[in-house]
């Protein structure tokens, strides 16, 4: 995964530095911004996964910190993104910037609210009807 966000971030700066943002076509933007959105992917991913198993100290599988992590890391890095679109087409002020944040935070509490939770109740039995 660090391989991975390295090459991301190697990528991104080859395009920063072989591309020139004033006379680049769709596809020169394109790649600025797809190449963007990998690496901060990519390092949230990371950041988010060393926390949650510092956090929780092995309590639950690797794959469900990383799982976790890479999904959050979606959610994260597609706001950024799509704020520093906003940014370079300069329609991003305080208004849209104010509606972008409202929307990604209702839809991270949508996403949170339809999660499966799994937490197991202590006094549960089947024959428990009260």
Known sequence: MALATLLCWLSWILVLINIDPFVANLFGLGF???????????????????????RWQNKAPLFAYVAKSFR??????GFLTLAIFLQGEQWLNWWTGSLLAAGFILFLSLIMSLAPRHEARSDYSPNNFV
């Open 32 to 54: 600025f911004y797809v190449s963007f959105f990998f690496s901060l992917i990519g390092t949230t991913a990371l950041g988010l996964f060393f926390m949650y198993q510092h």
């Open 72 to 77: 959050e890391a979606i959610f994260v890095s």
